[in-house]
Every structure is written in structure tokens, then in C-alpha cells.
């Protein structure tokens, strides 16, 4: 599926191929959380990180978020792009996994489907005050879930092989 996405303010544009386009995970880390903002969780996607195309590349900046808050001493790995102008958060790539990029959903324009279950993940690091779905389709994990975004996709007939 192309994904078409931008920041808020439109100086950055960006397209690309998703396999996994179903927004299902949300994650409550520090990262998260506090370089997204809003209700304590973002949504990341799967797509194909040759597939990416940008306009407006001038105004992206990159954050490597400390994975070690709240001391603050290791960097992670992944960079997260924003718009330098807006601050927008694009999407994540980590040269661990060079092939992929992980766009937030809250930065996409394309229709998206509604997940048929939600996996609220690194709960371990939610604050008190945000409130968690609860439900039969609603699963939790203290840390990382026990399916990567593209098995969810598969185990369900929803990846786009």
C-alpha cells in the first residue's frame, strides 16, 4: 500500500510502500511519549525504506532519543525524523534494520484501516495518568510484544506479501 504522509505545518512530504499499513501497536515508552506527545503513545508503521520518498528534506531533522531515560547516558541507534519546523515526529529508521523505516501513523494522510486488535506495548513505562483500552481485543505487554509488526500483519491475512 503507498502511504502518503506529512508534518503538520506541510513544509515536508513524504510517500512510501507499507506491507503492514494496519496501525495496531501503541507504545507508552519515554521515547515515545515525550517526542510525540498527545494521549502518552504513538503508532509505528512498517514500509519499505527504499521505497521513501521526501520533499522538503531541508526542513527534517533527526533526534537519537536516549534509550536509558531517565539517567540520560545511552543513545539509541534509531533515528527519529521531524520537521524542523513544525515538530512534527515523520518516522523512525535504525541502521540495525536498514531496509525499514517505521512512519508514525499520526504523520500519514492515507486512509488507514482500523486495527481488528490493539497491542499496547512498554507499559512498564506509562504514567499513571494515561488511561489503557481494556477489551477482548485489546492485548498488553510490560515491554516489547511477542509478535513483530509484520507476524501481527501475517497472522492475521493482512500483510500485503
Not at 82 to 90: D, E, N, R, Y
Amino acid at each position: 500500500m503507498k502511504l502518503t504522509g506529512s508534518c503538520h505545518c506541510g513544509v515536508v512530504r513524504f510517500t512510501c510502500e507499507s506491507k503492514a499499513p494496519y496501525p495496531f501497536m501503541h507504545c507508552y515508552c519515554s521515547i515515545c511519549r515525550k517526542t510525540a506527545g498527545g494521549g502518552g503513545h504513538a503508532v509505528n508503521l512498517h514500509a519499505d525504506a527504499e521505497s521513501l520518498r521526501v520533499e522538503g528534506e531541508e526542513h527534517i531533522t533527526i533526534y537519537r532519543a536516549f534509550i536509558d531515560h531517565p539517567e540520560r547516558q545511552e543513545r539509541s541507534q534509531g533515528e527519529r525524523r521531524f520537521c524542523s519546523q513544525c515538530g512534527s515526529a515523520l518516522w523512525v529508521w535504525d541502521p540495525g534494520w536498514p531496509e525499514l523505516i517505521h512512519p508514525f501513523a499520526s504523520a500519514i494522510d492515507t486512509p488507514l484501516n482500523p486495527a481488528p486488535d490493539g497491542y499496547h506495548i512498554m507499559l512498564d513505562s506509562k504514567p499513571a495518568w494515561v488511561p489503557v483500552p481494556e477489551g477482548p481485543h485489546e492485548r498488553h505487554f510490560p515491554g516489547y510484544p511477542d509478535v513483530s509488526l509484520m507476524d501481527w500483519h501475517r497472522q492475521r491475512g493482512l500483510a500485503e506479501e
